[in-house]
T-cell receptor
Framework: KNEVEQSPQNLTAQEGEFITINCSYSVGISALHWLQQHPGGGIVSLFMLSSGKKKHGRLIATINIQEKHSSLHITASHPRDSAVYICAPMDSNYQLIWGAGTKLIIKP | NAGVTQTPKFQVLKTGQSMTLQCAQDMNHNSMYWYRQDPGMGLRLIYYSASEGTTDKGEVPNGYNVSRLNKREFSLRLESAAPSQTSVYFC?????????????FGPGTRLTVL
């Protein structure tokens, strides 16, 4: 069983739609990262959180430590949001435990 | 600020050749990391340097060596390249080591070993 499971694996939506990507993990962690990998390969760290909710622009991340579940939401989605979104718990050895990623395509 | 820069962007090697991947950051970060990403896979940590003067092995260190040249620069060396080392290599840095610190990534080096 994978330690980190993301759903959906692929998501195609229309511009303006509200997007939700889910992440469930089985490893014990203290911090969970959400990252974005662009089609060209560049990686950007979006959020790092251990409890509650964080918001940055149109992006919102939530985490429930007891349920070992995190979600990433995108409001008013735009074609430039098209990318792979990765949930990655980090362990105390600085290892990022990557989920399989969710490939998001936003159509104009 | 350029953030994290990597050179070269692309490289093709023959089996047995050696090369050094360069990474530099201008954010005055203490910690730096080297990862590899194989097709369809997540990142795997090769080596990291928690602070200037220290380096430690990550998940997949075999076949690689690193040098933390100074606070800005962290290089990755392949002494005798093998086809299994064909991958995209990412360098990252963070203010401090540890799971609480956001990592900033370079653009990657795409390496092919024939």
């Amino acid at each position: 069983k994978n330690e980190v499971e993301q759903s959906p694996q692929n998501l195609t939506a229309q511009e303006g739609e509200f997007i939700t990507i889910n992440c469930s993990y089985s490893v014990g962690i203290s911090a969970l990262h959400w990252l974005q990998q662009h089609p060209g390969g560049g990686i950007v760290s979006l959020f790092m959180l251990s409890s509650g909710k964080k918001k940055h622009g149109r992006l919102i991340a939530t985490i429930n430590i007891q349920e070992k579940h995190s979600s990433l939401h995108i409001t008013a989605s735009h074609p430039r949001d098209s990318a792979v979104y990765i949930c990655a718990p980090m362990d105390s050895n600085y290892q990022l435990i990557w989920g399989a990623g969710t490939k998001l395509i936003i159509k104009p | 600020n350029a953030g994290v820069t990597q050179t070269p962007k692309f490289q093709v090697l023959k089996t047995g050749q050696s090369m050094t991947l360069q990474c530099a950051q201008d954010m005055n970060h203490n910690s730096m990391y080297w990862y590899r990403q194989d097709p369809g896979m997540g990142l795997r940590l090769i080596y990291y340097s928690a602070s200037e003067g220290t380096t430690d092995k990550g998940e997949v260190p075999n076949g690689y060596n690193v040098s933390r040249l100074n606070k800005r620069e962290f290089s990755l060396r392949l002494e005798s390249a093998a086809p299994s080392q064909t991958s995209v290599y990412f360098c990252a840095s963070s203010e401090m080591a540890g799971e609480w610190n956001e990592q900033f990534f370079g653009p990657g080096t795409r390496l092919t070993v024939l």
